[in-house]
């Protein structure tokens, strides 16, 4: 199983903050790697899809870079709306599998 | 628009089994897979299988092999998940969600189910 390590697993930040997420593979998963928002009680939300590709509607202060087995997903201008937990996901074999998930806080 | 609608809670004593059950619209059924993907309280996402609506083939993560079952009813665009041999472990949500078949390609979850909370206790 490709094992999928994100971190940090907390981060706390503030309103107009840059922040970033890294999530590393075990295996090279080429660009089949998405980012999901999850708010508490609701369903995660897919951000960006292939690595770097922003989904319709995702506000552009997102973004998303890498390929092979480094990732990373970007938050600019952080914004209190911006308070959830943000998982990785490699889609490239299965088992399909999740990073552990990243709680960001808005001081 | 899309939407995936799942059933509502259960509760389960340890040794039985849940049936959930997703049902789609707004799309043509057959035209993206569903996986079932859960989360315990408080702990991360977990994918557990994929069925393709259009000839029922499945995937099973190998934690469930021999426990899980995915099948599908095209008359109604549902897909079902059934759990067995169930534990306390396994209380979690459970969601359903679909992602868009492509030749030669694979894509990520697009939609989402809202979660059915299944609760295993004696």
């Known amino acids: 199983d490709i094992q999928m390590t994100q971190s940090p697993s907390t981060l706390s930040a503030s309103v107009g903050d840059r922040v970033t997420i890294t999530c590393r593979a075990s295996?090279?998963?080429?660009?089949?790697l998405a980012w999901y928002q999850q708010k508490p009680g609701k369903a995660p939300k897919l951000l960006i899809s292939?690595?770097?590709s922003l989904e319709s509607g995702v506000p552009s202060r997102f973004s998303g870079s890498g390929s092979g087995t480094e990732f990373t997903l970007a938050i600019i201008s952080l914004q209190p709306d911006d308070l959830a937990s943000y998982y990785c996901?490699?889609?490239?074999?299965?088992?399909?599998?999740f990073g552990q998930g990243t709680k960001l806080e808005i001081k | 628009q899309v939407q995936l609608v799942q059933s509502g809670a259960e509760v389960k004593k340890p040794g039985a089994s849940v049936k959930v059950s997703c049902q789609t619209s707004?799309?043509?059924?057959?035209?993206?897979?569903i996986h079932w993907v859960r989360q315990a309280p408080g702990q991360g996402l977990e994918w557990m299988g994929i069925?393709?609506?259009?000839?029922?083939?499945?995937e099973y993560s190998q934690r469930f092999q021999g426990r899980l079952t995915m099948t599908r009813e095209t008359s109604t665009s549902t897909v079902y998940m059934e759990l067995s041999g169930l534990s306390s472990e396994d209380t979690a949500l459970y969601y359903c969600?679909?992602?868009?078949?492509?030749?030669?390609?694979?894509?990520?979850?697009?939609?989402w189910g809202q979660g059915t909370l299944v609760t295993v206790s004696s």
């Open positions: 996901h490699q889609y490239n074999s299965y088992p399909y599998t």
């Open positions: 295996q090279s998963i080429s660009s089949r």
């Open positions: 069925i393709n609506p259009g000839g029922g083939s499945t």
């Open positions: 292939e690595a770097s």
């Open positions: 969600a679909r992602s868009p078949i492509q030749l030669w390609s694979r894509n990520p979850f697009d939609y």
């Open positions: 707004g799309y043509t059924f057959t035209t993206s897979h």
